[in-house]
């Protein structure tokens, strides 16, 4: 748990988080696609890897002290894959607020939520993540609870039978 973890591809937002951590004494992790981080001038302090098998990932997932999910403003969805990894794994995470996030993520409750391209308010979030234990573990333990409840397979499962016998039935 020394490390950060960001991952994915679709609209993703890694020049904000690199802005964001450069200098700061934190280990973060971004598993991205090149073209994701081309261009982007990393800090040090910051390892990007290709995209792994996900056994791999998922050991990453299980060993982050907390995520963060840097997304660029979209009217679509994106970043929910990785957040709900996160969430079934009791992890925390910061993300950047969009339409489709608040539908998942409660501010401050099962993450924290900061403006889109604002490197300073994200800094700020992660430097009270990173330090701050008993928040991070409350906001990790709630956001795996409200995935088991609100996000998991068999819940996933269950509304889409009842999708498709409302549908049927007419």
């Not at 890694?14 to 982007?40: C, H, M, W």
Request: proline letters at 6%.
């Amino acid at each position: 748990q020394d490390y950060i973890l960001a991952a994915g591809r679709s609209h993703r937002d890694y020049a904000t988080l690199a802005e964001a951590v450069r200098d700061l004494p934190v280990k973060v992790v971004v598993n991205a696609r090149q073209f994701n981080v081309s261009g982007i001038h990393f800090p040090p302090n910051v390892v990007v890897n290709e995209f792994l098998p996900f056994d791999e990932f998922l050991k990453q997932v299980r060993g982050a002290r907390f995520a963060v999910l840097p997304l660029m403003p979209a009217k679509h969805a994106s970043g929910e894959t990785f957040l709900l990894e996160m969430m079934s794994a009791g992890k925390a995470t910061i993300a950047t607020r969009t339409f489709s996030l608040d539908e998942c993520v409660e501010d401050g409750v099962t993450g924290i939520l900061v403006p889109p391209q604002d490197p300073y308010t994200l800094r700020l979030a992660i430097q009270e993540m990173w330090h701050n234990d008993a928040r991070r573990i409350a906001i990790g333990k709630v956001s795996r609870v409200v995935y088991e409840a609100e996000f998991s397979h068999p819940v996933y499962a269950s509304r889409m039978r009842d999708l498709l016998i409302s549908v049927v039935q007419g």
